[in-house]
Structures are given as structure tokens and as C-alpha cells.
């Protein structure tokens, strides 16, 4: 594994106690960052800031992703503790599981869009203001291919994640001239703990829909992230970088 330059960095990883969030930040570390777990399992929150300490200087915090007093205040503990905040890694989703969009409740429906789509949103406003005042940042916002195709059994998640997409145009073209870049990325899946929300029917179905025939390892998702979070990624922003083991058509 190479090493990326990301040495006296200060990032912000959500969901970051499990999945690709973990291996993000385990990749950060690595490369130099130090990093602020952000995520609601307080248990498993624990958990990971112990196996990832000895990597560096490690931040964990419980929080609510939708509370904005919530995601205001743990960015200016990051502030407190760091003195910077360079990067933001948008990880923390769920799928809110699976049915025909008239078979799903309309509170699944909206708690899908609010952790999916809203809580990036609170982030980034709560973030891009010290990104601006340092001259630099880099936004990473983990969307999915399923807001590119839309799959069936999952308009919710799929709807949240088309959304993400736009919502990461629409601030990089804002950021353009500040040196703070926005892109996202759309994984196929990856076979995390978020597959326990799902049929094993809709599991099947996407993995037949991936032409390497396998799932996405954390560490490739991770590899991709902490690339569009470092210097070497200086002219590519408002774009989409797919990971889906050839499965995107566009």
C-alpha cells in the first residue's frame, strides 16, 4: 500500500466506527491525518478509536448526523482539539431497507433522505467556512451507483444517493475559486454490516449486476477516498469517481 501525503492533515470521517468509514480513516492515519470519528454507535465508536489510536492522533465522537446543534458542536471540539479541519469524508448512510416505494412507510422513507442526504448537507455547512478561511479543503461525499441507476426494492436509498450527487455538483461549482474541491464517489456494494438491513434477494441482485463478480473491498473504497482527500487531486472537483467493479455505464 502506498503512502499518500496527506501528512499534518486534520479530517472528519462520519460512519466512521465500521465499513468504509473505518478503512478511511485507517488509511488517513496512515498517510499522516489526524482524524475525528464521527458516528452514532457509541460502543462501536469506542471500539474503533482504540484499535486506531496507535496510528495516530485519533478524535472520537458521538453524534446525531441530523441534529445541527449536534454536527455544529463536534466541529468546533475538531477546531478545539486540532486547531484546523481540512477534509470531510461524507460516509454514514443507510439503506432503510428494502420494498416497492408503496410498500415503504413514509417515516423510512424520510429518516433515509435526512441520514443519507441532510446530514451531508449539515456537515458541509458546518465545515466549509474553516475550509474557507484555510485556503484549503478537500469534500468527499460517499454516494452510491445505485443514485445513478436507481434500484428497484430501494427508491429511498436511491433517491438519497441521486440527491448526494447533485448536492456535490452544486457546492463544488460554489467552491470553485476557494481551494476547497467537492467530488463523489459511487461504490457497488461492499459487504459491510449494512447488508444486515437488506434481503438477502436484493443482495443477489446486486452482485449479478457487477460484471467482476464480486463485491467491493473497504480498502479499494478507502484507497479511492483518501486520494480525492489529498493534493494530488487539484483539478477534478464537482465530479463523480466510480468504483463499481465495472458496473456503471456512465
Do not use: C, K
Given at each position: 500500500?502506498?503512502?499518500?501525503?496527506?501528512?499534518?492533515?486534520?479530517?472528519?470521517?462520519?460512519?466512521?466506527?465500521?465499513?468504509?468509514?473505518?478503512?478511511?480513516?485507517?488509511?488517513m492515519l496512515d498517510s499522516g491525518a489526524s482524524v475525528a470519528l464521527w458516528d452514532l454507535d457509541a460502543e462501536r465508536l469506542r471500539r474503533a478509536e482504540g484499535e486506531l489510536a496507535a496510528r495516530g492522533a485519533v478524535l472520537a465522537q458521538t453524534l446525531?448526523?441530523?441534529?445541527?446543534?449536534?454536527?455544529?458542536a463536534a466541529t468546533q471540539a475538531v477546531m478545539a482539539r486540532f486547531?484546523?479541519?481540512?477534509?470531510?469524508?461524507?460516509?454514514?448512510?443507510?439503506?432503510?431497507?428494502?420494498?416497492?416505494?408503496?410498500?415503504?412507510?413514509?417515516?423510512?422513507w424520510r429518516k433515509v433522505i435526512d441520514v443519507n442526504l441532510v446530514a451531508p448537507y449539515l456537515a458541509c455547512r458546518a465545515v466549509v467556512p474553516h475550509m474557507i478561511a484555510g485556503g484549503w479543503g478537500r469534500i468527499v461525499n460517499i454516494a452510491s451507483i445505485a443514485g445513478k441507476e436507481g434500484n428497484p426494492n430501494?427508491?429511498?436509498y436511491s433517491a438519497s444517493k441521486a440527491g448526494l450527487i447533485g448536492l456535490t455538483k452544486s457546492l463544488a461549482k460554489e467552491l470553485a475559486t476557494s481551494g476547497v474541491l467537492v467530488n463523489a464517489v459511487t461504490p457497488a456494494a461492499?459487504?459491510?454490516?449494512?447488508?444486515?438491513?437488506?434481503k438477502q434477494e436484493h443482495i443477489d441482485f446486486m452482485l449479478s449486476k457487477?460484471?467482476?463478480?464480486?463485491?467491493?473491498?473497504v480498502e479499494e473504497a478507502a484507497?479511492?477516498?483518501c486520494w480525492l482527500a489529498s493534493p494530488d487531486c487539484a483539478f477534478s472537483t464537482g465530479a463523480v469517481f466510480d468504483i463499481s467493479g465495472g458496473r456503471a455505464t456512465y
Open positions: 500500500m502506498n503512502r499518500l501525503d496527506l501528512e499534518g492533515r486534520v479530517a472528519i470521517v462520519t460512519g466512521g466506527a465500521r465499513g468504509i468509514g473505518y478503512a478511511t480513516a485507517a488509511r446525531e448526523l441530523t441534529d445541527e446543534a449536534a454536527v455544529n486547531g484546523r479541519l481540512d477534509i470531510l469524508v461524507n460516509n454514514a448512510g443507510i439503506t432503510g431497507g428494502n420494498g416497492r416505494l408503496w410498500e415503504l412507510a413514509p417515516d423510512v430501494a427508491s429511498h461492499a459487504r459491510t454490516e449494512i447488508f444486515d438491513q437488506m457487477i460484471p467482476m463478480n464480486r463485491f467491493l473491498q484507497g479511492l477516498i
